[in-house]
């Protein structure tokens, strides 16, 4: 009997192993697109990058299928399709980019760490609970990212990021609707497939709405700095970290594997001292290890054996 709990302990550990080391990609990763996406938008329209990677990320995922000969969707799963490009891209990425021009960087990290919590709520109107362990955890950890932004707090009172609060907010809960959609509807079509169209219907979408605001500028005068940024935000933002995330989608919890919204800022935070030589502080010492002690409690909740 002892060795049957050991085994079954063993076996659950093992099956987590890879979801985790995927969570750990991701967290990594799309923390590094924040500084490519800072360097992008330099010298070129933040919403016109966002239209370029998310086509030539979708052409990579579409052309990839086609060529393996996947079957096209049908019927109701373009519905799920339109659905999902509109939550996850158009809304969520575009308010995103559109709300960070009327806020500082700070503010925006601290509203982007409440996806998790809008995870949790979304859930639990929808009758699906957290381990306490967990629920700690991911508020111990969204505490430690409002004390590395501690000077940014005061943000939330100043009537002139309020337009920027309602944009960047409205993307976190669009993020999380759209994040649990494309889990519910993950089993009806293939989700990697899906992604890809996702990404070049709202491509198209939003390149129609920045060409009739006459925002964009013609692709010849886009710099060598600006394309490197899109080339790195395609192949690693939009491929392979995607790829990842919809792995961990299919085999962790939702809200924990929304949790690389905490790393993601340390990431930036560190590599942004190294490359561009930025400072870093006490707060931002102590929020780090405040984040991480929280992390450790949700990860060792999800490793916890039910015997």
């Known amino acids: 009997m002892k060795a049957k709990i050991q085994n079954a302990v063993s076996g659950k550990i093992e099956a987590i192993g890879l979801p985790i080391m995927a969570l750990c990609w991701v967290s990594f990763f799309w923390g590094t697109t924040w500084l490519a996406s800072k360097e992008g938008v330099k010298h070129m329209p933040a919403l016109q990058m966002a239209t370029i990677r998310q086509f030539f990320g979708g052409l990579i995922y579409v052309v990839y299928f086609i060529l393996k000969k996947q ?55 929808n009758g699906e609970r957290i381990a306490k362990m967990a629920l700690f955890g991911i508020l111990i950890s969204f505490g430690g990212i409002c004390v590395i932004f501690i000077d940014y707090i005061a943000d939330f009172l100043n009537p002139d990021f309020q337009f920027g609060i309602i944009l960047m907010t409205a993307s976190t809960v669009t993020w999380a609707f759209g994040i649990l959609h494309t889990k519910k509807k ?25 060409e009739a605001a006459e925002v964009n500028i013609p692709i010849s005068e886009i710099p060598s700095q600006s394309w490197w940024a899109i080339g790195y935000l395609v192949i690693i933002g939009s491929v392979l970290t995607f790829i990842a995330f919809i792995y961990t ?57 039910k015997i």
């Not at 990425?93 to 960087?105: A, D, E, H, I, R």
């Not at 079509?189 to 219907?201: A, K, R, T, V």
């Open 71 to 125: 079957p096209w969707p049908k019927g109701k799963q373009w519905r799920t399709i339109i659905i999902l490009s509109f939550l996850n891209f158009v809304c969520s990425n575009g308010l995103s980019t559109w709300g960070v021009k009327y806020m500082t960087s700070g503010l925006g990290a601290i509203i982007s760490a409440l996806f998790p919590i809008w995870i949790i709520i979304i859930n639990f109107f």
């Open 186 to 210: 993950a089993a009806s079509f293939n989700p990697y497939f899906s992604l890809g169209l996702q990404m070049l219907i709202s491509s198209i979408f939003i390149f129609g709405i920045t």
């Open 249 to 305: 989608l299919q085999h962790l919890p939702t809200e924990i594997s929304s949790i690389y919204v905490y790393i993601n800022p340390i990431v930036a935070m560190v590599l942004g001292s190294i490359i561009f030589g930025e400072v870093l502080t006490q707060a931002i010492a102590i929020g780090s290890v405040v984040t991480l002690t929280g992390l450790y409690m949700v990860n060792k909740s999800i490793r916890k054996p």
